[in-house]
């Protein structure tokens, strides 16, 4: 059985940072693609980041966060992190990690196979 399970969110002041984590279990994590999206109240699940399993793949990120947000992977620990710094309150949301049996960099919500429960950020201003 599958597992992903999102922690480190929270309450957060303007420009604040906060480190999310998602491990996953029951599945072979390296061979995962892993993205983060976000969904606001009353809109839909957004793209964040993605972090490809292929090793020497490149990161991308949604141009809203770009240059604040830094995705990372331990293959070790079956863990992929979001590193989120300069927070704006826009980046109010909860957040969910998903897996992705493709190679390419999905950004699609229907891509991906697995998702986490989410964990909320509350970013106050």
């Known amino acids: 059985q599958v597992q992903l399970v999102e922690s480190g969110g929270g309450l957060v002041q303007t420009g604040g940072s906060l480190r999310l984590s998602c491990a996953a279990s029951?599945?072979?994590?390296?061979?995962?693609?892993m993205g983060w999206f976000r969904q606001a109240p009353g809109k839909e699940r957004e793209f964040v980041a993605v972090?490809?399993?292929?090793?020497?793949?490149?990161?991308d990120y949604a141009d809203s966060v770009k240059g604040r947000f830094t995705i990372s992977r331990d293959n070790a620990k079956n863990t992929v992190y979001l590193q989120m710094n300069s927070l704006k309150p826009e980046d109010t949301a909860v957040y969910y990690c998903?897996?992705?049996?493709?190679?390419?960099?999905?950004?699609?919500?229907?891509?991906?196979?697995?998702w986490g429960q989410g964990t909320q950020v509350t970013v106050s201003s």
């Open positions: 972090i490809p399993y292929l090793s020497g793949g490149g990161t």
């Open positions: 998903g897996a992705d049996r493709s190679p390419l960099n999905p950004k699609l919500v229907h891509e991906y196979d697995y």
């Open positions: 029951g599945l072979i994590f390296s061979h995962y693609s």
